[in-house]
């Protein structure tokens, strides 16, 4: 089975195969179809207790600043105070971004490339110019 993944909305109609899978656009939102795992309705990653936790502390946090800084709208802070805000929670979601690549390249990327699957370096490539925006 297919999973789907919305990435940018557009609105044109444009259907093609590529090395990742079919890509098309469905209701003004680019969708790209990525082949699953035999038997698997879709991607998935089983991530260590530490590594899970460690995630869903830094996205906890992240998820409180942002709750600050709507909090700081509502009440009327000054805009270079909210805006040091935003600019916090930025490089909180970087971090939790270069932490979350490491370890999607040390175990699921060298683990494909040991099994024979060099696709998974386009793949990467193409996560990294997603990234790099």
Do not use: W
Request: aromatic share 6%; with cysteine.
């Amino acid at each position: 089975m297919l999973a789907i993944y919305p990435l940018r909305v557009y609105n044109v109609t444009v259907k093609k195969n590529t090395p990742m899978g079919f890509v098309g656009y469905k209701r003004g939102v680019f969708m790209e179809e990525k082949k699953a795992c035999p038997g698997c309705s879709h991607k998935t990653k089983e991530r260590s207790e530490k590594e899970y936790k460690d995630l869903i502390n830094r996205l906890s946090r992240i998820e409180g600043q942002v709750r600050g800084i709507r909090r700081m709208v509502e009440e009327n802070a000054y805009c270079p105070d909210i805006l040091i805000q935003v600019s916090a929670v930025n490089a909180a979601l970087n971090s939790f971004n270069k932490v979350l690549l490491a370890n999607h390249i040390r175990t699921c990327v060298a683990d494909d490339i040991r099994d024979g699957k060099e696709e998974t370096i386009d793949e990467l490539v193409m996560t990294l110019q997603k990234l790099m925006k």
